[in-house]
């Protein structure tokens, strides 16, 4: 097993906190069984929870074995902790839907094979067998008031006016029972996650302590933000970047971090990358020379889209990002275009009009890129004007299938920024 785990992750940033020190020790000299759960409120993990699978894939890398939580059960309540609001209850074709497409997701990410395979479990699979007396008596009685309602994810919410119910205030309980549980059949030992969710862990530490008399530990990793203090994962336009690449392509991911500040890139390798921490450094002052070459960000977005689409995904961003460096666009499918393109104008025409040959002018000056046709005049005879990249030589060019980038659409360039995807239909 990999020594000076604990110390790597120090240097990284990794721990903001630990429930007792000695854990640090263990990380480095022993094999534990570790848990971090995901409630499945979508059927797409997004890049902010993809620090704690980062981190999940680092302890495996060292000898420990991972132990991915579903909650099947507490999905169906939602977690107050991070929230100003309750959450809206799923239904539970939705949330099994939601659980099978992360852990497809998860099954890409960890090692499922070997001594310490991950495994994924779901709390609903134990939570189901409770009666609500049975719970109350057996697990209930052993929480205090006082305790719970000293939780900071608790306190925020009474003092608020969205207040909280009982439902979302007994959240604690069912994810302190979820540690028990797998400390008892799993042996799992040590819970990990997101600094809100220290509350969460603690009170599943004090609950393994007085239902098995077993020792167990927490470690919480910090919040991801950017230079600004915003929170990891939105784009500019406020869209969530979704793991899945039906939901977000690995272009969109790969322009998002590639539009990562220079105040944060260095702790994202740190955070998301298993560059080595030389590596990083090199970058690091790379960056403090030439920023405007911008290499950490081009790293940083390659090594996570590769991590998380593979190669195939990663070709694809590369290749979409030479799109808007004048790369003919050509053989791609009509997903990709309107992904790619999907902040650009777009327009629909009649395929008849194309199936008959269609003067470039006439479908010009359709677009938002011209007021005119005697403006798409101008511009196609300073040759200004572009189909998939390709000058338009002539202003009698005629508009065909041949044109097509994918099945259906065509991308138009004005000069060497302005675009507007064409689409026949």
Not at 118 to 128: E, K, P, T, Y
Not at 171 to 179: C, P, R, S, T, V
Not at 351 to 358: G, T
Request: charged share 25%; proline share 2%; aromatic share 10%.
């Amino acid at each position: 097993m990999k020594t000076k785990v604990c110390e790597d992750f120090l240097q990284r940033g990794l721990i903001e906190n630990v429930s007792h020190e000695e854990l640090k020790e263990k990380l480095d000299g022993e094999s534990l069984a570790f848990y971090c759960g995901y409630d499945p409120t979508a059927k797409s993990l997004q890049i902010g929870n993809l620090f704690a699978v980062v981190t999940m894939k680092r302890l495996q890398l060292a000898g420990h074995k991972p132990y991915v939580l579903v909650g099947g059960a507490t999905g169906m309540i939602g977690d107050p902790s991070g929230k100003s609001a309750e959450r809206n209850l799923l239904d539970e074709k939705t949330l099994q839907d939601n659980i099978n497409g992360q852990t497809q997701q998860l099954k890409k990410l960890l090692d499922f094979t070997g001594n310490n395979a991950a495994v994924v479990v779901n709390n609903f699979d134990w939570m189901s067998g409770f009666s609500y007396l049975e719970f109350l008596r057996d697990v209930g009685k052993r929480f205090r008031l006082s305790e719970m309602l000293a939780k900071d994810s608790v306190k925020s919410r009474l003092n608020s006016d969205a207040g909280i119910s009982y439902t979302e205030f007994s959240y604690q309980i069912l994810q302190a029972y979820d540690f028990a549980y797998l400390s008892k059949h799993h042996d799992v030992c040590l819970q990990i996650g997101g600094g809100d969710q220290w509350g969460n862990i603690t009170a599943g530490i004090d609950l393994t302590r007085k239902l098995h008399s077993k020792q167990a530990y927490g470690m919480v990793i910090p919040l991801v933000t950017d230079g600004n203090g915003k929170k990891f994962g939105k784009s500019e336009g406020g869209s969530t970047i979704f793991l899945d690449p039906d939901m977000t392509s690995p272009y969109q991911m790969y322009q998002y971090l590639m539009n990562s500040d220079d105040l944060s890139v260095i702790q994202y390798l740190k955070y998301f990358t298993f560059l080595s921490l030389e590596e990083i450094s090199k970058l690091e002052a790379i960056t403090k020379e030439t920023p405007h070459l911008r290499e950490a960000q081009k790293v940083l977005a390659k090594e996570v889209t590769l991590y998380v689409h593979g190669q195939e995904g990663l070709d694809s961003a590369m290749q979409a990002t030479q799109f808007f460096f004048g790369g003919k666009i050509e053989n791609i499918s009509d997903k990709e275009v309107h992904s790619i393109f999907a902040d650009v104008p777009s327009i629909e025409l009649k395929k008849d009009d194309l199936d008959q040959e269609l003067n470039v002018l006439d479908m010009l000056a359709q677009t938002p890129l011209f007021k005119s046709k005697g403006e798409a005049r101008r511009s196609v005879t300073q040759k200004g004007v572009y189909i998939n990249n390709n000058t338009i030589e002539a202003v009698d060019y005629m508009v065909s299938s041949s044109d097509l980038a994918s099945e259906s659409s065509l991308v138009l360039r004005k000069g060497k920024k302005n675009y507007c995807v064409v689409t026949f239909k």
